[in-house]
């Protein structure tokens, strides 16, 4: 089994940063994409960013040029750059990754359970 634990989210003023993390542990062969998805109040869930293996990205349009999206491979870790934080960037931020497990295996998508980023002042 493979688990995602994010970490990082807190409350934040306009205007300000933050990074948020998110590992992969257990049985992990490989890992493909990875990407930051979030959900506020009363909507949908929505994708914020996702990088590929090789480090191709793309972004929401909401965020780009405000938000990064990195990758540590050696560490299965995704972690996502947060800059001028607007308060309608308050939701949770899951992490989404795809995993294979053994050599051959089937390609499993998996999620964190979330961390809360509230942008008030």
């Known amino acids: 089994q493979v688990q995602l634990v994010e970490s990082g989210g807190e409350l934040v003023q306009p205007g300000g940063s933050l990074s948020v993390s998110c590992v992969a542990s257990?049985?992990?062969?490989?890992?493909?994409?990875m990407g930051w998805y979030r959900q506020a109040p009363g909507k949908q869930r929505e994708l914020v960013a996702r990088?590929?293996?090789?480090?191709?990205?793309n972004y929401a349009g909401s965020v780009r040029d405000r938000f990064t999206i990195s990758r540590d491979n050696a560490k299965n870790t995704v972690y996502l750059q947060m800059n001028s934080l607007k308060p309608e960037d308050t939701a949770v931020y899951f992490c989404?990754?795809?995993?294979?497990?053994?050599?051959?295996?089937?390609?499993?998508?998996?999620w964190g359970q979330g961390t809360q980023v509230t942008v008030s002042s």
């Open positions: 990088i590929t293996r090789g480090g191709s990205t």
């Open positions: 989404n990754m795809g995993v294979v497990m053994s050599p051959g295996g089937f390609l499993r998508n998996y």
């Open positions: 257990g049985r992990i062969f490989s890992i493909n994409d």
